[in-house]
């Protein structure tokens, strides 16, 4: 019981678009989706809602493919936002809603708990062409999770969102994850992915480059970082057998290495050296990760 | 199901509460109250007062109170005032204060003759009604010359019984062609801008969701092939609430003026025995023409991905029901032609050309049956692959150059 992607090719002609993705999003998680431009993120949530078809491979959510009889347990956000332009929020969303299998009344009251919520109770009576776009983006993201969904998909749902908007757009997507929804979103913010999901998958250019859970990815990359404060002249360390990659900052020096042992060499060499005031052994990242990966497959 | 309504009620409130859908019905409205009224206007607006001729009586036979009963019979617009001098009476003519005046002597054999003088003599009608009267005088003169009695008055002026029947089956006869003329020329242009019309409506509604980008929203939600038919019956019943609005108030309107109509603008257009079986015939191909080039508009407008292409890119259909008016109206001197025949089965055409054949020839039942059901089959194939090239298009933002564009929306809905 989840969302399995089995196998999925996806070609535009004779390009693809997207080549043999397989996994499973597990139910009432919440699942990242990262890749560069163009990588195949949105041709990918097409498919899983059934806008395009797969060219190979199939996709089924509890066992059955999406079609439009399950369209009432299905929410979605596109990546290009867009509403009616001249239609009136409240119109706008209880047509919207309505397709989705609610009643008129019901989706009144959730779109008057969401527009309370998001801090703009007002814009019931505007015009969308009158609210600016991110606010056009948080009455666009009620349309898409306003019939409490059992799966739901958000194309980029925070970009182009000032830091205040992104964390109380960011709470209610927590929130309907905990009350049950399970949620697929792609980004290209790391740091989204990184607090919020248990899975990701980092596609490059159609295939999936990394697949799994974060903490596992994060401990079978291997490398860790290691970040260093010292009175002394660090310099010796740029060419320090297992150190992979180094970044001299103002105050000190982030190291990547391959593994614990050689943040042990180190430490051990460091002290007789003098005074160190910081050394801090980290999990890497995910840009890290994506860096590595991605720009391995780019060369 | 449940869906359709729900397309199908939104598309017809919204466009039914649009400030653009209510003003344009208000002008149409009151279009058709200037028209049903126009034989009242035309009369407020020409002649306010009464024709007025003189009569100069130089007969010695003291005609004019005759006189003046036969041309109250003929037309009781045209007053008769008596005038001795022709002097008098040319000076009144030349002023304008009569229409003009007529002369009535003797002529050699004793017979009645009339000369009638006016400052212009196009007017004709006036002139026309009193050469009438006046040879209703003379049959009574000759008719009391030679004793006759009244019934034999009446035998006398008894029109032979004249009739005009063609021999060709499927024609119709020549006065009920004429009637028939005039409401499938009225029928047609009904047929021809309603079908072009609210097309073209289908076209920017589909185009203006798509380059609004809630398309996609909604065909996540309800399947292409359910929004494009509930788009296109919401619309149909926008039109149709139009077109009750129209003939509703051109029938009270009509109603209020029955008298004048029978005579007077409206009876050329036939509308005085309206055709019944006419006018069901252009519902039923109005609303099919309809079906067919909305559903070919759906199509296009899903393909467009900037409103200003929409005309564009419907031009290829728009182009379709002109060609398809003009050989109506071509047909409507010669509804029988071989090439209305043909063209009669061609589903593009054959809404406003069947349509023509059926109001003004007696064309067999299968023929219509035939046409409507290649015209049907049309309309379901088109729906089944117009539904796909919706699918495709609406995902589609590129250039639109119609059939390239066409095959993309086509290629697109498919695995490939
Ligand atoms: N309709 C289409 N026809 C042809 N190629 C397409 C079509 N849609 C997408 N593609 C191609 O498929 C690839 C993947 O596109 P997709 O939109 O899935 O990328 P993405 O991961 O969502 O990128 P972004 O982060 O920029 O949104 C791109 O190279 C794109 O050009
Ligand atoms: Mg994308």
Known sequence: MALQIKGVTKKFGEFTAVNNLNFTIPEKEMFGFLGGNGAGKTTTFRMILGLLDPTEGEIVWNGKKIDYASSSLIGYLPEERGLYPKLKVRDQIVYLARLRGMNKGKALKELEYWLDRFKVPEYIDK??????KGNQQKIQLIASMIHKPELLILDEPFSGLDPVNVEMLKEAVIDLRDSGTTI????????????????????????PVVEGKLKEIKRSFGKKNVSIRADFDLSFLDAYPGVTKVKTTMEGKILQVTGEDVAADIIRDLVPRGFVRKFELEEPSLTDIFIEKVGAAYE | MNKFWIVLSHTYLSKLKSKSFIITTVIMMALVLI??????????????????????????????????AEVAVVNDEITIIASQDEENAEKKVI?????????LEKDVDNGLKGTYKANQISDSMISDDLFLALSQLKSKRTASELSLTDQQIVQLNTPPAYETIALAENAKSEEDLNQARGLVYVLLFVIYFGVLMYATMIAMEVATEKTSRVMEILISSVSPITQMFAKILGVALLSLTQMILFFGVGYVSI????????????????????????IIYAIIFAMLGYLLYATLAACLGSVVSKIEDVQQMISPMTMLVVIAFLIAMFGLGNPSAS???????????SPMIM???????????????????????????LGIVGARIYRGGVLMYGSSKSLKSIKNALQLSKKN
Not at chain 2, 339 to 349: A, D, V
Not at chain 2, 363 to 380: N, Q
């Open chain 2, 339 to 349: 090439y209305i025949t043909i063209t009669s089965f061609i589903p593009f055409f």
């Open chain 1, 184 to 207: 697929v979103f792609s980004s290209h913010r790391m740091e989204h992915v990184e607090e919020m999901c248990e899975h990701l998958c980092i596609m490059h250019k159609g295939s």
């Open chain 2, 355 to 381: 349509f023509l054949r059926v109001g003004m020839l007696n064309v067999p039942f299968w023929e219509i049956a035939i046409s409507i059901g290649l015209l049907i089959a049309t309309i379901i194939l």
């Open chain 2, 95 to 103: 002023d304008e204060e009569i229409s003009g005046y007529l002369l």
């Open chain 2, 255 to 278: 109603k209020r003026n029955l008298t004048d109509m029978n005579e007077g603008f409206f009876a050329i257009f036939g509308f005085g025995n309206t055709n019944i079986s006419t």
């Open chain 1, 127 to 132: 015009r969308v062409e009158e609210l600016s």
């Open chain 2, 35 to 68: 028209l049903s009224n126009m034989t009242n206007i035309l009369k407020t607006f020409g002649s306010d007062d009464r024709e007025q001729v003189a009569i100069i009586d130089q007969t010695g036979e003291h005609l004019f109170d005759g006189y003046k």
